[in-house]
């Protein structure tokens, strides 16, 4: 059932302005600010939500994080202004505990010194974040409205592209019209028109991609700006995004006639934004290569792109599998950890769906990152097939 609310705000502003564009619906669904699905009250990750998390799946994924960004930080080093780490869209802060435990464990000075900020829109989110590390991180974590200014350090994400809301278009032939939403006897409908915005066509003019039948995308405009935001906020370090997507040119293909828009519900997906609005998730693959060009805009260069496979492998999680494969006949709790680290890490899996683009702004020459030393789809083939069979 939707959220009564949130139908007679979308419905009102259809009936003083005509149908609206779907991204302007999208945003309403997900970020109206008293009831939208992310800024409400009410659970969204894990079991008792309707999605999972790498965070959600096993604390290795934030341990591993924290194992990378520590060498990212050495490597820039100290300018007398301490260290720090942004987190953007932190969930209900398990990711943050997670990096923040492993942290401390393995470099108690480097953890003193480290300044962690966490920028959330969601007030819902930020008072589950408080609670659950503030007592845990009392003098160690900080929220703030925005990443910081003249920020040397890193900034991450986890999943927050993908749930930005976004432009549908439907392609056929030379002509580019945009979905746009109507209400009509009592109910949401689908109309096309034509692009809100000329962004929509330069866009389209970046891609040079050929469609040869009617195919309907996604344009993420938010992302664009939001990477424009964080580029001009760095003055040197390093931006990891993690989420689902791939390359423009795999992403944008007539193979996908009806795109990757998804919406999530108690864990089962749908095609249908017009049920449960305002209390189900929405979704769309991120183009990486448009990130990546608007990053190289602002002074991001691309450093490496690869897939969580191939990060969490090149980080050790090889080696912490192995010590529990060999335990698992006699321990039911070394199997359920070799089973939860498998599904991080398996390419049919999380590994396989979820990338990370990793840029970088005024940072040394020749650095090397532990999570890019092995290239996804050339090697550990064989070291791959052999957790399979165990």
């Not at 505990?97 to 464990?105: K, M, P, R, S, V």
């Not at 396989?352 to 090697?379: A, D, H, M, T, Y």
């Amino acid at each position: 059932m939707s959220k009564p609310e949130l139908v007679a705000i979308l419905r009102e502003e259809i009936t003083k302005k005509g149908p609206i564009p779907f991204v302007r619906f999208m945003e309403t669904a997900l970020y109206h600010p008293e009831f939208g699905y992310y800024t409400s009250a009410g659970e969204k990750i894990g079991p008792r939500g309707d999605f999972y998390t790498s965070s959600s799946v096993h604390p290795i994924f934030g341990e591993l994080l924290a194992k990378q960004f520590l060498q990212m930080s050495l490597a820039l080093g100290d300018d007398g202004s301490g260290f720090t780490w942004v987190e953007i869209g932190a969930g209900k802060g398990t990711l943050c505990a997670d990096i923040l435990t492993a942290l401390q464990q393995a470099s108690p000075l480097f953890f003193n010194q480290l300044r962690y900020i966490i920028v959330e829109k969601s007030p819902a989110l930020r008072e589950k974040q408080i609670e659950r590390l503030r007592p845990r991180f009392p003098d160690r974590v900080e929220w703030e409205e925005e990443v910081p200014s003249n920020l040397t350090g890193i900034v991450f994400s986890n999943e927050l592209i993908d749930a930005m809301p976004v432009h549908r278009l439907r392609i056929e032939g030379a002509a580019i019209q945009e979905i746009y939403v109507d209400f009509k006897e009592g109910r949401f409908v689908e109309t096309l028109g034509p692009p809100s915005t000329q962004r929509l066509l330069d866009y389209l003019g970046r891609l040079a991609v050929e469609f040869d039948r009617p195919t309907e995308i996604e344009i993420n405009l938010d992302g664009l700006d939001w990477i424009g935001r964080i580029g001009r906020a760095i003055d040197r370090g390093f931006l990891v995004t993690i989420d689902y997507g791939y390359p423009a040119e795999v992403l944008y293909t007539p193979r996908r006639p009806r795109g990757t828009f998804l919406c999530y519900y108690r864990h089962q997906t749908n095609e249908a934004p017009y049920d449960h609005i305002g209390e189900q998730d929405m979704t769309a693959h991120v183009d990486f290569t448009s990130l990546a060009k608007a990053g190289e805009s602002v002074g991001l260069s691309v450093i490496g792109f690869t897939d969580q496979t191939h990060f969490l492998m090149g980080l050790g999680i090889a080696q912490r599998m192995e010590r529990y494969a060999a335990e698992m006949d006699r321990s039911e709790e070394a199997k359920k950890e070799f089973i939860a680290m498998k599904q991080l890490m398996a390419p049919e899996r999380m590994g396989g769906v979820f990338k990370l683009l990793i840029q970088g702004k005024n940072i040394p020459p020749g650095i090397s990152l532990e999570g890019l030393q092995f290239k996804p789809f050339f090697k550990l083939l064989t070291l791959i097939f052999f957790f399979f069979i165990m």
